[in-house]
């Protein structure tokens, strides 16, 4: 068990309808009862009979208060330790949509209506009564990189890691960016992005690009979130078929699902080859940690998930402390090489994926040196941190390499090598 060493401180169908020449859809909110609901019986395969290429997967880590308030559609994937609470209120996810790590669904009033190939990425919160990529504009929008016209007629909704929605309305194709949150009553309309860190509390503060709160939606950003779907859509498929070739499959230290973007792969702990199905945290493929089992065990806490399943090799040098709720993953042929004495505080994110250069991603991968403090609910995405580095609460680095002895402090978006320094708004 982990003791409290010192860390450092630090298909339901899309609708489309023309509408007077603007092109609009509109999902009807599924009813709580219809779709598949995740029932002891249809766990960690709901349903329990269905063919492999429609069949939605839940981690068996994940947490399901009031299954039969909760509807499912086809090929979701509810990731490890994400949790669906509907005990006062339904929550109705459509297909192709996922549930990430750490990700958190409360819903209250009318409940949360969850759209098809919504993204709802690691450690995000959604709360209240609230309505993910339901409606919205197919197009056309106007790209602000190449000022070209685009339409995405079968639309995607994107809310990144550590964002939360509180009771909105976040119509389909938008991206709602790490560390931001949109606020009671709100309607993000379609073709907007909201920039990491922002607050939006009005309707006027998610429309109009002047207050410095939200842009525009690029072609690059829908190019992403079709592949977010496409590597989630695998894993509904594949952890399905681990589970029903042998349920311990899917459990503890374990394998990852061969897919077309990974080989599978088992973790490797203290040098040697480690399957532990009964291990309380999900260490899945080919993470290589440096520290011995014992040692493993000792320093980290609950509800950790190093899912090397995408994104691999992870290589993780002599940890220092490992609190609850951390996550590491990667984008997919990327790897993340993480240093020794590292302390991660509650809800760390550490993410791999290449630095964007000149709108190229071909940059240097995720990689965190020695000595290095990560306080609680920070991100590092796509960044380099130097040795004796550490980074703030609920902080962000992203895009960039940060030198030895650098300091961010809390709530900073610190991006793309310091061009951007903004503050968490909330």
């Not at 909110?29 to 709901?46: D, F, Q």
């Not at 197009?139 to 000022?147: E, L, R, S, W, Y």
């Not at 685009?150 to 309305?169: H, Q, R, V, W, Y």
Request: net charge neutral.
């Amino acid at each position: 068990m982990f003791k409290p060493r010192a860390i450092l401180s630090a298909s339901i169908a899309i609708i489309l309808a023309l509408v007077i020449g603007t092109q609009i859809y509109k999902q009807p909110a599924v009813a709580s009862g219809s779709g598949c609901n995740p029932t002891s019986n249809n766990l960690p395969i709901c349903p329990s009979t269905a063919p492999l290429d429609s069949a939605t997967f839940l981690d068996p880590t994940a947490t399901i208060t009031n299954p039969t308030n909760i509807s499912l559609g086809e090929r979701v994937y509810v990731a490890p330790f994400a949790q669906l609470n509907a005990t006062t209120a339904p929550i109705s996810i459509a297909e192709d949509s996922n549930v990430q790590d750490q990700v958190r669904i409360i819903a209250s009033g009318t409940g949360v209506q969850i759209g098809p190939r919504v993204i709802m990425a690691h450690m995000a919160t959604i709360k209240g009564a609230a309505k993910i990529g339901t409606q919205g504009s197919t197009g056309p929008f106007t790209d602000p990189a190449t000022n070209t016209q685009f339409s995405n007629t079968t639309p995607e909704t994107f809310l990144a890691f550590n964002c939360e929605i509180d009771g909105a309305t976040i119509e389909g194709n938008t991206v709602v960016n790490f560390l931001s949150r949109v606020g009671p009553g709100v309607t993000l309309p379609a073709g907007k992005v909201v920039l990491p860190g922002k607050n939006i509390t009005t309707n006027l503060q998610a429309s109009s690009g002047s207050l410095g709160k939200v842009a525009n939606l690029t072609q690059a950003d829908v190019a992403l979130m079709e592949a977010i779907i496409e590597v989630n859509e695998a894993f509904a498929k594949g952890y399905t078929k681990l589970a029903r070739e042998n349920p311990s499959n899917v459990t503890g230290i374990n394998f990852a699902p061969v897919t077309a973007f990974n080989p599978g792969g088992q973790p490797k702990i203290g040098g040697k080859l480690t399957r532990n199905p009964y291990f309380r945290n999900r260490i899945i493929g080919n993470v290589v940690l440096k520290d011995s089992f014992e040692d493993l065990d000792y320093k980290i806490g609950n509800r950790i998930s190093l899912r090397a399943d995408e994104g691999q090799p992870f290589n993780v040098g002599e940890i220092f402390g490992m609190a609850n709720d951390v996550v590491f993953h990667a984008l997919e042929t990327s790897s993340l090489t993480l240093g020794d004495i590292v302390g991660y505080g509650p809800r760390v994110l550490v993410h791999g994926g290449r630095q964007v250069i000149n709108g190229v991603a071909n940059g240097p991968e995720t990689r965190i040196g020695n000595y290095v403090g990560l306080a609680p609910n920070s991100v590092i995405f796509r960044s380099i941190i130097g040795n004796e580095s550490a980074v703030g609460q609920k902080s962000a680095v992203f895009n960039s390499t940060l030198n030895s002895k650098t300091y961010i402090g809390s709530k900073v978006i610190y991006a793309d090598n310091g061009s951007i320094i903004t503050p968490v708004e909330w």
